[in-house]
């Protein structure tokens, strides 16, 4: 069945957190008064969470953890997975398997977006695709032991210069010996590098674990030009059965944008959990 989060952080997370609300208790109790399934927690560290503290919460408002995000990792610690440099690498993973350990209990899922990494001036492209590969086979085997699947996010180009779309981390994810992985598109980098947003979801469908959603802009769904239709068709030809999570800018205030998303996109998750057909 398929449920609705929302990204939300710590307090104290810095500008680069890239979440809808912070505080961990008021954003909780928001998305479930705001109808969400569930909240996206974007960490630095395990060390973020009160894991007592959050399971005390989740259960007050009967909510669930949809997945852990790592853009603090690479924004804000700026540790990343194809660092030249071994000493930054192995604390890049010291820090990700802290993070599948919290998702071990909350979510099961860690997001890979930034902090995979990117190609530098010095690296051509099969270096930097070999050590992101060697990492992961230090990763994987870590999150398999503990239930967690680790999911790659492309990211359009004005970003990163490594892994901008969906077909390109669905051939690079075939080099990989592990079934504990998958994609995680996000439609807001979709619209940017994806031909057609539908038949690459619906292409990829085996890989696809996870979903962010924004409108074109980067605003609450409804309030750009994208065809929600058009993404939740692939979804549906893909026969997905996961979370779609909220992952937009926070205006134009927090609230807001959070009410703007849920009441544009729940009918659609109703729609589909019902069975109707999207076209598009």
């Given at each position: 069945?398929?449920?609705?989060?929302?990204?939300?952080?710590?307090?104290?997370?810095?500008?680069?957190?890239?979440?809808?609300?912070?505080?961990?208790?008021?954003s909780v109790r928001k998305a479930a008064e705001y109808g969400y399934h569930g909240v996206e927690l974007a960490l630095r560290r395990k060390e973020d969470?009160?894991?007592?503290?959050?399971?005390?919460?989740?259960?007050?408002y009967g909510l669930e953890v949809s997945c852990i995000s790592t853009g603090q990792v690479f924004a804000d610690l700026g540790l990343y997975l194809t660092n030249p440099d071994?000493?930054?690498?192995?604390?890049?993973?010291?820090?990700?398997?802290?993070?599948?350990?919290?998702?071990?209990?909350?979510?099961?899922?860690?997001?890979?977006?930034?902090?995979?990494g990117f190609i530098a001036p010095k690296q051509d492209k099969r270096e930097a695709t070999d050590l992101f590969l060697d990492s992961l086979d230090m990763l994987l085997p870590v999150a398999k032991s503990l239930g967690v699947t680790v999911i790659i996010e492309p990211v359009n180009r004005y970003e990163i210069n490594f892994i901008n779309n969906v077909e390109e981390c669905a051939a690079l994810l075939r080099e990989v010996q592990h079934s504990n992985i998958g994609i995680m598109p996000d439609v807001f980098h979709m619209n940017i590098e994806d031909a057609h947003i539908g038949r690459?979801?619906?292409?990829?469908?085996?890989?696809?674990?996870?979903?962010?959603?924004?409108?074109?802009?980067?605003?609450?769904?409804?309030?750009?030009?994208?065809?929600?239709?058009?993404?939740?068709?692939?979804?549906?030809?893909?026969?997905?059965?996961g979370w779609v999570s909220i992952e937009i800018l926070p205006k134009p205030d927090p609230d807001a944008a959070a009410r703007q998303a849920a009441d544009a996109i729940l009918p659609l998750v109703r729609r589909y959990n019902e069975g109707d057909m999207f076209l598009a």
């Open positions: 069945m398929m449920k609705l989060s929302v990204a939300i952080a710590d307090d104290v997370a810095g500008p680069s957190a890239f979440v809808v609300w912070r505080g961990f208790e008021d969470v009160d894991a007592p503290a959050l399971r005390h919460l989740l259960k007050q071994k000493m930054q690498r192995g604390e890049a993973l010291r820090v990700l398997d802290g993070l599948v350990e919290l998702a071990a209990e909350f979510g099961g899922m860690v997001n890979l977006g930034r902090c995979r690459a979801l619906a292409n990829n469908a085996a890989l696809v674990k996870y979903v962010h959603l924004a409108d074109s802009n980067r605003l609450a769904p409804g309030w750009g030009h994208l065809d929600f239709n058009e993404v939740f068709a692939g979804l549906q030809r893909g026969g997905y059965d």
